[in-house]
């Protein structure tokens, strides 16, 4: 009997959306050039969806994909506004991904839990007895005991990821919640990836490529220039990364 050759599972990635509003091939390509020198590193070699918020022609949908390769960009697949697009997108080897949920995390912070409470209880009567409330659920922690080689990816699914060891050079280490690496952190690190402005990334050793908070993000540079191969956490704070030393 043959022994099976391969087995297909679900995963979770992190890919970067890109919503075309308006498609000029200058405007778009002036645009592009300026967003991927603000961060080389982050964005070359990324996986891109790219997002049609209107319909393009076929041939204005093939400039755009060109464009986004000649910026070292990966376009993987599309969604929106795709019409009779999908010949052409099969053509050119991307998958149409319109009907498929996603979960993404915006650019810009939401709002302190601490401020939308008080706001919603200012807009509230005052009871006339205190209501208790239930206690909130245990979030549950990833354990990863090995180090986290080049090109592995670990994902905490609505809770923290602990990981006692080193993340390599070219790695990725996601969670909803915070992330702990007492090691060496030389990889990716994204802490709140469903927008969790609260959490933070704390690590024995700080040397990552990047590090993310809710869709926030610094490189390596900004790594280098505070607190660099030494204890250290991250947090945000008015839509602000801080990086700051562990005594």
């Known amino acids: 009997m043959t022994d ?39 964005f070359t070699r990324s996986s891109l969806i790219l997002h049609l918020v209107k319909l393009l022609s076929a041939t204005e949908f093939e400039l755009l994909v060109a464009l986004c390769r000649r910026f070292k960009l990966q376009p993987m697949a599309v969604r929106g506004e795709v019409g009779a697009l999908r010949s052409v997108i099969n053509d050119l080897g991307l998958a ?69 060891a080193a993340v ?6 996601l969670a909803d919640g915070n992330i702990h690496v007492y090691g060496t952190l030389r990889g990716r690190a994204l802490a709140g990836v469903k927008g969790n402005v609260h959490a933070r990334v704390f690590c024995q050793s700080l040397d990552a490529e990047l590090i993310s908070i809710a869709g926030q993000f610094i490189m390596h540079e900004t790594v280098k220039a505070s607190c660099w191969k030494q204890p250290a ?6 839509d602000t990364l801080h990086i700051e030393p562990i005594a």
């Open 168 to 173: 390599s050079e070219g790695a990725e280490v």
């Open 96 to 164: 149409d991904v319109s009907q498929s949920k996603f979960t993404e995390s915006s650019l810009k912070t939401t709002k302190p839990e601490s401020t939308a409470l008080k706001e919603q209880a200012a807009n509230e009567p005052a009871a006339s007895s205190p209501v208790p409330t239930p206690a909130a659920a245990t979030k549950p922690v990833k354990v990863i005991s090995r180090p986290v080689r080049s090109g592995q990816q670990v994902y905490a699914e609505g809770g923290d990821l602990v990981i006692t």
């Open 4 to 42: 099976t050759c391969f087995r297909m599972k679900g995963t979770t990635l992190t890919s970067i959306v890109l919503e075309v509003i308006d498609f000029d091939p200058d405007t778009f390509e002036s645009q592009l050039a300026e967003k991927i020198n603000s961060a080389p590193q982050f």
């Open 233 to 238: 956490q991250i947090y945000l704070e008015e």
